[in-house]
C-alpha cells in the first residue's frame, strides 16, 4: 500500500519557539492530506484539511495563525506550530487520501512536547 | 454533521476468545463509508475493515467481520479468535462518499475503545 512518512517522529522544544512538521506522501501523489491532533487515550480530531496550492481550511476551533498549514506540492505538507505553549503538547497526525478512492493513508504521527 | 458514537471506552477478552466493539452513528447522508481502524502501541492507525453503506453484506476481513444495521445506524465489529496483537485502540469511523464514488477522505471518528487481549 502507499506509505506516508511525518517528520521528526518527536520533538521537543521551549515554550515560545515555533516548530515545523512535515507530512510527506512517499509513492504517490496527494492533493489533500488531513491534519489530526491527538491526546493520549483519545480520539484523533481533525485540525484542517490542507489543499495543494491553496489555503487550508480549518476546522471550527482551530487556531489558523497558530497553527500554520502549507501544501507547497503534491507530496508535501507541512504544519507549523507557532509560539508553541504546553498545551499544544500533543501527538500529531497526518492522513492522505489517494485520489479517487476511499482509502487514506497514515502517517506515524509526531509527538511533540513544549517544555 | 456526522457523529460516531463509541461507548465501551475499555474492553478485555482473553486470547482465542471472541469480542464484539459497538459503534453506532448519526447522519442524514445516504452513500458513505464506515471504517474500524485499529492503533497499536506504536500508534501507527491500521485499517482494519470498510464497510460501503449502499452494501447489505457485512464485510469480512479473516477474523474480522462487522454487524451493519443501516436502519439503526449501527456498525459493530467481532473479533474472533483474539490474538495478543489485536491488543489497541480500536475507533469507528465515518466517510462520507461523493458521486462517482470518489472520496475528499474526510474522516470522523468515533471516541476509540482500548481493547485488552489477555494471555
Known amino acids: 500500500g502507499a506509505v506516508v512518512s511525518q517528520h521528526p517522529s518527536w520533538v521537543i522544544c521551549k515554550s515560545g519557539t515555533s516548530v515545523k512538521i512535515e507530512c510527506r506522501s512517499l509513492d504517490f501523489q496527494a492533493t489533500t492530506m488531513f491534519w489530526y491532533r491527538q491526546f493520549p487515550k483519545q480520539s484523533l480530531m481533525l485540525m484542517a484539511t490542507s489543499n495543494e496550492g491553496s489555503k487550508a481550511t480549518y476546522e471550527q476551533g482551530v487556531e489558523k495563525d497558530k497553527f500554520l498549514i502549507n501544501h507547497a506540492s503534491l507530496t508535501l505538507s507541512t504544519l507549523t506550530v507557532t509560539s508553541a505553549h504546553p498545551e499544544d503538547s500533543s501527538f500529531y497526525i497526518c492522513s492522505a487520501p489517494t485520489t479517487g478512492s476511499y482509502e487514506q493513508y497514515f502517517g506515524p504521527g509526531t509527538r511533540l512536547t513544549v517544555t | 454533521a456526522q457523529t460516531v458514537t463509541q461507548s465501551q471506552p475499555e474492553m478485555s477478552v482473553q486470547e482465542a476468545e471472541t469480542v464484539t466493539l459497538s459503534c453506532t452513528y448519526d447522519t442524514s447522508e445516504s452513500n458513505y463509508y464506515l471504517f474500524w481502524y485499529k492503533q497499536p502501541p506504536s500508534r501507527q492507525m491500521i485499517l482494519v475493515i470498510r464497510?460501503?453503506?449502499?452494501?447489505?453484506q457485512n464485510a469480512t476481513e479473516n477474523r474480522f467481520s462487522v454487524n451493519f444495521q443501516k436502519a439503526a445506524k449501527s456498525f459493530s465489529l467481532k473479533i474472533s479468535d483474539s490474538q495478543l496483537g489485536d491488543t489497541a485502540m480500536y475507533f469507528c469511523a465515518f466517510m462520507k462518499r461523493y458521486a462517482g464514488g470518489t472520496s475528499y477522505g474526510k474522516l470522523t471518528f468515533g471516541q476509540g475503545t482500548i481493547l485488552t487481549v489477555h494471555p
Open positions: 464497510q460501503e453503506a449502499y452494501k447489505q
